[in-house]
């Protein structure tokens, strides 16, 4: 069996795409920083899976997200963990903007230098790096957010243009709002998308042969980039 290792996979669209990668045929390593939450999604997995609790900003973590990817024989690295923060950059308090680019920008960079070079070793694999619309389109009360999606989206692009060669791919998401715990409060659950739909979406392209030209996509509510 393929074996996929996602992280920020307690809840929301992580928890979703575990899913709905298990429902595939594959086996998982998920991680996410909450070890109960991680429990109990694990619960509801049908295929082989171990969770690696642990906070992406931690070398520690990385180490044995790196070795469960090599000993597992990792196909699929999914980059989905992420922050968020709201409001005027000048009211933005220093450790959440280190969080944010610590968790958006610098945790998948990291992972994927661990994970990648096992793919290219096999000349197989997919990367996968769940972004934002905010990695697109700009936004004045996301500007730290945005910073490091755009960030992201950079390293995605030019990663592709030499891991193609290996025979890895390299996919970019660019989801809208969705209905998960990172909007709660602030939009109503009706103008946003369904975590589940868009888990279901990814998988298809990711997994389709007919589909595997595409290297980026993207997903939004009618009227959000307008």
């Not at 619960?43 to 931690?58: A, N, Q, S, V």
């Not at 680019?101 to 290219?120: C, D, K, Q, S, W």
Request: hydrophobic share 40%; with cysteine.
């Amino acid at each position: 069996m393929p074996t996929v290792l996602i992280t920020g996979a307690s809840r929301g669209l992580g928890k979703e795409l575990a899913l709905a990668f298990s429902q595939g045929g594959y086996n998982l390593i998920l991680n996410a920083r909450n070890k109960t939450r991680l429990e109990k999604v694990a619960y509801d997995i049908k295929t082989d899976c171990i969770i690696c609790p642990g906070d992406l900003r931690r070398e520690d973590t990385l180490i044995s997200l790196q070795a469960l990817a090599q000993e597992r024989g990792v196909n699929t690295l999914v980059n989905n963990a992420g922050v968020y923060w709201q409001g005027d950059f000048k009211d933005m308090p220093e450790a959440k903007l280190r969080e944010l680019m610590e968790i958006n920008f610098m945790a998948p960079i990291l992972l994927t230098h661990r994970v990648y070079p096992l793919m290219a070793e096999k000349g197989e694999g997919t990367i996968v790096n769940i972004n934002s619309i905010a990695g697109q389109q700009p936004n004045p009360f996301e500007t730290a957010y945005n910073a490091g999606k755009y960030g992201l989206r950079g390293f995605t692009d030019s990663l592709r243009l030499k891991a193609e060669s290996q025979g890895v791919r390299v996919i970019g998401f660019y989801p809208g709002t969705m209905n998960t715990k990172m909007v709660a409060g602030r939009l109503s659950p009706d103008k946003c998308m369904a975590p589940e739909k868009v888990a279901k979406m990814i998988f298809k392209i990711c997994t389709d042969p007919d589909l595997e030209h595409i290297t980026e996509s993207t997903f939004h509510v009618k009227g959000e980039l307008s």
